[in-house]
């Protein structure tokens, strides 16, 4: 790995790397694609379109991880699709996509941003609290994978 990981905009050269990044973790964890992240996956383009961002780490060129930035409306953005390389070493490279969602969704007009997860991953709980997001109480989940949301105030 190089000494210099490059965050970049999504491009259409990185497409495969951001639905196999993803479905290789969805599936590890879960067992099975639900009708949501085969939508996604689908419609990664209409999705930036409509607003929405992903942003890929790159070592010399080579994806190692990839976030995805959505708008909800009403200034509610969602941060999603969070992936990375299970091949190549990537330290800081997930953060580093994650921090560019923040700053995408602050500067396109965010009030509040949003990230729905399950909560057996503790540890990217801890990451997203020490990055200001706060549990929200009155969650209701909309599928068995999520059990759990988060929302930063900006």
């Not at 070592?59 to 009403?74: E, I, Q, S």
């Not at 990537?90 to 949003?114: D, I, N, Q, Y």
Request: with cysteine; aromatic share 12%.
């Amino acid at each position: 790995m190089s000494a210099v990981i490059r965050v970049v905009l999504y491009d259409e050269q990185y497409r495969d790397a951001f639905v196999d990044f993803n479905t290789q973790w969805i599936l590890s964890a879960f067992g099975s694609l639900d009708a949501e992240d085969r939508d996604v996956f689908s419609h990664v383009e209409e999705r930036i379109r409509d607003g929405a961002m992903v942003f890929f780490a790159l070592d010399d060129g080579v994806p190692v991880a990839t976030c995805m930035v959505n708008p909800l409306g009403g200034g509610n953005w969602e941060i999603c699709k969070l992936g990375s390389s299970n091949e190549i070493p990537h330290p800081g490279a997930g953060r580093k996509t994650f921090e560019a969602c923040m700053e995408w969704a602050t500067s396109h007009g965010a009030k509040r941003v949003l990230i729905v997860m399950n909560s057996r991953f503790t540890a990217a709980i801890d990451i997203f609290r020490r990055y200001g997001f706060r549990e929200i109480k009155s969650f209701i989940p909309d599928s068995e994978r999520h059990d759990v949301a988060f929302e930063y105030i900006v």
